[in-house]
C-alpha cells in the first residue's frame, strides 16, 4: 500500500518538477511524505529505489525554479543513501548546480550520518553477479570524496572533507556499521564477508587503511568482539592477511584475546581446519604473540592430557584440540621447545597415558599421533616415540580438511592360521596300494608321496613285502621319473635296496637275471649293481642300519641345582662333588660296545655273486660286455669286488674266490684301465676275505698265475699288490687271526667304487 | 584366541571342469545383476549370475580347448577371453548376444595371460606372448594394430614371460608394462621406446603371477616356490625387493591386489587361499576349503565396499565366493 504510494508520489513529482513553481514544491513534500510512510529509505523494494534514483537525477537536472529551497535537499538525504550519493557526486561536474551546493548536501549527507546509512545498505544487499563493479565504483567514490570535493571547490572545501578528518569519520562510521551489524545480525557473517575480502584489498598495499582497520577492530566493543573476531578469522584465506587485518589485536583487547587463546581452541570445536591455522599462524607470526601461542598450547595439552577430558568430552572436540596441538608444534621454534620442554614432556606422559587407556580406537590412535608428534618435537636427538600409526594431514585442502587416519594393516584383524601346515599327500599305506600307485596312478602328488613314502612301507612291513618283493622289485627297476621329485634316484634305490634285503634270494636272482637280459639300458644295469652292492652291505653289517638311530639319545647331564635347597637333589649334589674332586687316572674313550647279529649275508652271497660272474662272456643283441660297453664291464667287476669283500667270513668265500680268480684271469688283458683297476680290487679284496688255507690250499695255481701277471708288469698298484699279497699269505700262515666278525666299515677295496 | 577362518558366503558348482580364470563385473547400476564370468578347462566361459547363483549363459568360443583368461572392457556387455586355441576373443554380450565379434590369433602356445588397460574411452592396450619364444606383443584394440614388441636384449635369457600387466599411473601418463618371465626375474617396459628400465630377479623358478599398485609403486609375485616376492619401484624406475614372505607350502598360481590396496589374496597350489594385508604383507587368513589346486583369485568391483567379495577358481571344478574385511 504504501509502496504504491510512494510510486504514484514519485511519477506526479517527475511531472510536477517540470513545471516548477509551487507544484513542484507540492510534488516533492508528497513524495517524502511517501518515503515516510513507506518506512524510510531503508525500506525500499527494488523497484522503488530504481524509482528513486531515476527521480533523483531528474531531481539535481531539474532547473533551479523546481528545486524549491530546503525541500529538494531533504530528499537527497532522505531518500535512499546509496542512489543519492552517487548522483550528488555526479552532480558536482554538473552545470546546473553549483557546486557549492551540492558539496553542502554532501556534508550534510556525512553530518547526518548518512554514510553509515550508505555502507549499511551495501552491507544488506545481496551478492550479485555484476555488482561487483558497482560496488568498486561506489568504494571508489567513498574513498576519493574528498579529492573530488576539494578539485571542485579548488580547495576551499569544509574541514570534513579534509583527509585527515574525513577518514577518522570514515573509520568511525564503519564502526558504527560494524556495530549494527554484530548488534542486529549476529551470527551473519555474510555482512562481514563483503567487508573483510574489501579490507583486505585495500590493506594489501596501504598501511594507512590497515591503521583503519586495526582501529576498527580495536573500537569494536566487548559484546561484539567475538563475532567480529571469528568472522575475520573465517573469512580471511591466510594467516598473514588475518595479521594484517587485526594486528596486535589480541594483545590489545583481552576480550578478543579471550575468544581467540580459550573460546575458540578450547571451548568450540566446530571450525575448520582453515580456521585453526589462520587463527594460530596469526598467533604465531608476531612476537608479541608468541606468547600466546605458547600459553594457547600450553592449555590445549593440558585439556589433552586431562583423563576427564579425553573421557568425557566428544571425539571431535579430541580432534580438533589435536590438530590444533599439532598446528601450535609446528610453529614452534627450537628455542621455545627448550623452554617448555620438561611441561610438554610431562604432558605428554599423562596424555598417552590416559588416551591409550581410552577404549575408543579412534581416541587411542589420536593420542598415538598426538604424543608421536610432541616427542618427534621434544626429542631432536634421542629416541622418539614410535607407534606403528600413519597420519596425513591434509590442512590446505579448504573448509573439508580434517585428519585421514591410514592404519598399518593392524586394524585388520587376522584369522585362526593355526591349521595351515604343510600339506602331506597321503601316501598309501599297504604295499599293494604302493603297486597300484606306481604302476596307473596319474595324480602325480600322490605319485610322489608313494616314491616317498615306499622305503619306510617296506621296511616296516617285511611280511607283507615278502608276498610281492619281484613284482615290486620288477616296478622299481622300471620305475621312470614322471615328474620332477627332488633326490628321485636315490628313493627309487632306497626302496630297492630295502625290498632285497628284506627278501634277498628271489630278489637278488630277479635282479641279476635281469642284468643279462635283453631291452635294458645301461643305466638300468647299473642300477642293479648298486643295489645289490649296497644290499650286500646292509646285509653283511649288523642290524645297526635301524636300530642305532635311536641310540641318539641325549645323555643325562647333572644340572647345577640354582638355590634350590631341596632335599631332592642332595645326592646329586653329593655326587656332583665327588666327581670334581675325583682325579681319574685313565684315559681315552670308553669302549663303543659293538653292536653284534648275525651275517645275514651269509646265507645269500652266492645268490649276489654267482649269477653275476656266470654270463658276462655271452654278448646278447643289446648288451656286449666284452665289446663297447666296457664301463658296465669296470662297473661289474668293481660290484664283484665289493661282494668279495663283504663274503668275508661266509661260508661261500672260498668258492667265490675261485670264481673270481678265474674271472680275473679271463680279462686280465682287458683294454679299459677302470676294468683293470676293477681286477686289482678284486684281488686284494679277496685277499682279505678268503682265508690264507683255502688260498694256499684250494686255490694255489689261480693264485700263483695271478702273481705272475702281477709281477709282469711293475706299474702303477701291481707292485704294492704283490707285495700286499705275498705279505698277506704269509701272515695267513703265521698267525690264525681271530678275525672280527665283521668287517671294518670302509672297505680299503672300495676306494675305486 | 583368533577367531577360525570363515567359510565360502556360497560355492558357484556345475562348471564341470577346472576353473582357470575368473572376472567380476559389479560395478553396476540397479537394475544390473552383477556378474562373475568363468572360463574353464572345458573350453566354456560361464556367466554366473550372482543374485541367484546361476549360469545365466555359458559361451563357447575356444573350440573346447582350455580358456585361461577373462576381462570385461568397461561393463559387462564387452568381454575378451583367451584360449588354449591361440585366439584371443572379444564378445559381445549386450542384448543377450552371445557373439564373438572379433578375434586375435596368437602364435604362441605359452600359458601367459594377457594383460588389459583401458588408456581412453573405448581405447585398450593389450599385452600377450608374442611368438618369438621371449617376446611380448603390446596390441590396441579394437583396431589390432601392433603398438610394439617388447624383446630382451640378446643373451639375457629370460626365458618366455610367464605373466604380465599393463599400468600407468594415472590416466594420461604413458603405460609401463611389468612382466615376469620364466627364469624368476620381473622386468619393467617401457611401451614407447620398447626398452626394458629395470630388471629384478625374484625367483629362482618362474613367476606364476604378479600384481602392482601403482598409488604405492609396490608390487608381489609368486612362483612355485614356497616365497612370495614384494618389491618396490624407486622414482628412477628401478625395481627393488622390498621383502620377501615364507609360505607354508609352496607354489602360487595367482596373485590379486584388491582394488582399494588393502588386502592381497594368493592362490596355492597347495589347495588355499591365502589372504595378507597389502601394507605389510601381515598373514590374515588362510581359507582351506578347495579340495585341488586353485588356479585363480579375483576381487569384485562393487560400488559399495561391504559387498565386496573374493572368488577362488580351482581345479576340482568349483568356484568358492567369500565376502572377507569387507568392515575396513
Known amino acids: 500500500m504504501a509502496a504504491a504510494g510512494l510510486e504514484r508520489a514519485l511519477r506526479e513529482a517527475a511531472l510536477g518538477l517540470e513545471r516548477a513553481g509551487e507544484e513542484a514544491a507540492a510534488a516533492l513534500g508528497a513524495v517524502r511524505a511517501a518515503l515516510a510512510a513507506a518506512g524510510g529509505a531503508a525500506a525500499l523494494g527494488k523497484r522503488e529505489r530504481e524509482l528513486f534514483d531515476a527521480f533523483l537525477r531528474s531531481l539535481a537536472g531539474a532547473p533551479r525554479a523546481a528545486r524549491p529551497e530546503g525541500v529538494w535537499q531533504r530528499c537527497f538525504l532522505e531518500g535512499p543513501p546509496v542512489p543519492a550519493f552517487c548522483v550528488l557526486l555526479e552532480t558536482l561536474g554538473c552545470p546546473r548546480l553549483y557546486p557549492r551546493e551540492v558539496v553542502e548536501v554532501l556534508e550534510q549527507f556525512l553530518q547526518e550520518g548518512r554514510m553509515s546509512a550508505l555502507l549499511w545498505e551495501v552491507c544488506q544487499q545481496p551478492v550479485q553477479v555484476g555488482s561487483q563493479e558497482l560496488q568498486e565504483a561506489l568504494l571508489n567514490r567513498i574513498v576519493c570524496l574528498p579529492n573530488h570535493v576539494s578539485n571542485k571547490l579548488e580547495g576551499k572545501n569544509p574541514p570534513v572533507f579534509f583527509p585527515q578528518n574525513y577518514f577518522p569519520f570514515l573509520g568511525g562510521t564503519i564502526i558504527q556499521v560494524l556495530q549494527k551489524i554484530s548488534d542486529s545480525l549476529r551470527g551473519k557473517i555474510e555482512i562481514l564477508g563483503i567487508l573483510v575480502p574489501s579490507l583486505m584489498e585495500l590493506t594489501k598495499s596501504d598501511c594507512i587503511w590497515q591503521r583503519i582497520c586495526w582501529r576498527l577492530v580495536e573500537y569494536v566493543p566487548d559484546r561484539w568482539m567475538e563475532a567480529v573476531v571469528l568472522g575475520f578469522v573465517q573469512q580471511t584465506p591466510g594467516a598473514d592477511v588475518l595479521s594484517r587485518l587485526l594486528g596486535n589485536l589480541v594483545v590489545k583487547s583481552m576480550k578478543a584475546q579471550f575468544v581467540v587463546t580459550q573460546k575458540m581452541l578450547l571451548l568450540q570445536y566446530g571450525h575448520t581446519t582453515a580456521v585453526l591455522q589462520n587463527l594460530l599462524g596469526y598467533l604465531a607470526l608476531d612476537s608479541l604473540r608468541r606468547a600466546l601461542l605458547i600459553k594457547a598450547l600450553q592449555e590445549l595439552l593440558e585439556t589433552w592430557s586431562s583423563s576427564s577430558a579425553v573421557r568425557h568430552s566428544p571425539p571431535e572436540q579430541q580432534q580438533y584440540i589435536s590438530k590444533a596441538i599439532l598446528i601450535c608444534l609446528s610453529h614452534l621454534k627450537e628455542t621455545e621447545i627448550e623452554s617448555c620442554r620438561q611441561e610438554l614432556l610431562t604432558s605428554m606422559m599423562e596424555g598417552v597415558k590416559c588416551h591409550l587407556d581410552s577404549s575408543l580406537p579412534q581416541i587411542r590412535h589420536l593420542g598415538m599421533i598426538v604424543a608421536e608428534s610432541i616427542s618427534a618435537k621434544i626429542n631432536t636427538d634421542g629416541p622418539v616415540l614410535k607407534f606403528q600409526v600413519k597420519v596425513t594431514m591434509k590442512f590446505m585442502s579448504g573448509t573439508n580438511s580434517c585428519l585421514h587416519f591410514s592404519y598399518s594393516d593392524d586394524d585388520l584383524i587376522p584369522y585362526d592360521m593355526s591349521e595351515d601346515k604343510e600339506v602331506k599327500i597321503k601316501a598309501p599305506v599297504y604295499i599293494r596300494d604302493c603297486i597300484e600307485v606306481l604302476t596307473g596312478c596319474e595324480d602325480m602328488d600322490k605319485w610322489e608321496a608313494t616314491v616317498k613314502a615306499l622305503e619306510s612301507l617296506v621296511r616296516k612291513n617285511p611280511e607283507a613285502t615278502r608276498e610281492v618283493s619281484v613284482e615290486l622289485a620288477k616296478i622299481l627297476l622300471h620305475l621312470e621319473e614322471k615328474t620332477y621329485i627332488e633326490g628321485f634316484v636315490e628313493l627309487r634305490q632306497r626302496a630297492q635296496v630295502a625290498v632285497l634285503t628284506t627278501d634277498p634270494i628271489p630278489v637278488a636272482k630277479y635282479l641279476t637275471s635281469q642284468f643279462y637280459s635283453l631291452n635294458y639300458s645301461l643305466h638300468q644295469r647299473m642300477d642293479i649293481l648298486d643295489v645289490l652292492v649296497l644290499s650286500a652291505q646292509e646285509l653283511s653289517y649288523p642290524k645297526s642300519h635301524w636300530k642305532t638311530k635311536h641310540s641318539g639319545a641325549p645323555k643325562p647331564c647333572i644340572q647345577l641345582p640354582h638355590g634350590s635347597d631341596s632335599s631332592k637333589d642332595w645326592r646329586r649334589i653329593v655326587d656332583e662333588r665327588i666327581k670334581n674332586k675325583t682325579r681319574r687316572f685313565a684315559t681315552g674313550h670308553s669302549q663303543v660296545e659293538l653292536a653284534s647279529g648275525p651275517n645275514e649275508f651269509n646265507s645269500v652271497a652266492g645268490h649276489f655273486f654267482f649269477p653275476l660272474i656266470q654270463h658276462f662272456d655271452r654278448p646278447l643283441t643289446t648288451f656286449d660286455l666284452l665289446g663297447e660297453d666296457h664301463f658296465v664291464l669296470g662297473r661289474l667287476v668293481h660290484a664283484l669286488a665289493v661282494l668279495m669283500y663283504l663274503a668275508v667270513n661266509t661260508v661261500a668265500v672260498a668258492a667265490m674266490g675261485k670264481a673270481l680268480l678265474e674271472f680275473v684271469w679271463a680279462l686280465r688283458f682287458h683294454t679299459d684301465s677302470y676294468v683293470r683297476q676293477g681286477l686289482l680290487c678284486c684281488i686284494s679284496s679277496l685277499l682279505f676275505s678268503v682265508p690264507a688255507e683255502c688260498l694256499l690250499e684250494d686255490m694255489t695255481e689261480e693264485l700263483l698265475e695271478t702273481q705272475s701277471w702281477l709281477g709282469g708288469k711293475r706299474r702303477g698298484a701291481r707292485p704294492h699288490l704283490l707285495l700286499l699279497m705275498e705279505r698277506t699269505a704269509y701272515e695267513r700262515q703265521q698267525i690264525t687271526v681271530l678275525c672280527p666278525e665283521h668287517p671294518p666299515s670302509t672297505p680299503a677295496a672300495c676306494g675305486f667304487w | ?328
Open chain 2, 1 to 328: 584366541m583368533a577367531l577360525p577362518p570363515p567359510d565360502p558366503q556360497f560355492v558357484l558348482r556345475g562348471t564341470s571342469a577346472a576353473v582357470h580364470t575368473l572376472h567380476f563385473s559389479c560395478g553396476g547400476q540397479e537394475p544390473d545383476v552383477p556378474v562373475l564370468f568363468s572360463g574353464s578347462e572345458n573350453g566354456l566361459i560361464h556367466v554366473w549370475n550372482l543374485k541367484t547363483h546361476r549360469v545365466d549363459t555359458a559361451l563357447d568360443g575356444h573350440g573346447r580347448k582350455s580358456v585361461y583368461c577373462v576381462e570385461t572392457m568397461g561393463g559387462k556387455n564387452r568381454l575378451l577371453s583367451q584360449g588354449r586355441d591361440q585366439r584371443i576373443c572379444l564378445w559381445d554380450l549386450a542384448e543377450g548376444r552371445t557373439a564373438v565379434m572379433d578375434s586375435v590369433f596368437m602364435e604362441n602356445v605359452g600359458f601367459c595371460r594377457c594383460s588389459l588397460l583401458m588408456v581412453a574411452q573405448g581405447r585398450w592396450l593389450m599385452a600377450m606372448a608374442a611368438k618369438a619364444l621371449e617376446e611380448v606383443q603390446v596390441l590396441e584394440l579394437p583396431s589390432k594394430t601392433s603398438v610394439c614388441t617388447l624383446k630382451p636384449e640378446a643373451g639375457a635369457k629370460l626365458g618366455m614371460p610367464m605373466c604380465l600387466k599393463l599400468w600407468q599411473l594415472s590416466g594420461g601418463s604413458q603405460p609401463l608394462l611389468l612382466a615376469g618371465y620364466e627364469d624368476g626375474s620381473v622386468v619393467l617396459w617401457n611401451l614407447s621406446m620398447g626398452k626394458a628400465l629395470s630388471q629384478l630377479a625374484c625367483h629362482q623358478e618362474p613367476v606364476m603371477s604378479l600384481d602392482f599398485d601403482s598409488e604405492k609403486a609396490k608390487g608381489i609375485s609368486g612362483s612355485s616356490e614356497k616365497v612370495l616376492s614384494i618389491w618396490s619401484l624407486n622414482e628412477q624406475q628401478n625395481l627393488q625387493v622390498y621383502k620377501t614372505h615364507n609360505l607354508v607350502n609352496a607354489g602360487i598360481s595367482d596373485i590379486t591386489i584388491r582394488p582399494d590396496k588393502k588386502i592381497v589374496a594368493t592362490a596355492g597350489w597347495d589347495h588355499r587361499i591365502r589372504i595378507f594385508g597389502w601394507k605389510k604383507l601381515k598373514p590374515l587368513a588362510v581359507l582351506d576349503y578347495h579340495t585341488a589346486t586353485v588356479h585363480c583369485v579375483s576381487f569384485s568391483n562393487h560400488k559399495n565396499p561391504r559387498e565386496r567379495l573374493l572368488a577362488a577358481g580351482s581345479k576340482d571344478h568349483r568356484i568358492s565366493i567369500w565376502s572377507i574385511y569387507t568392515q575396513t
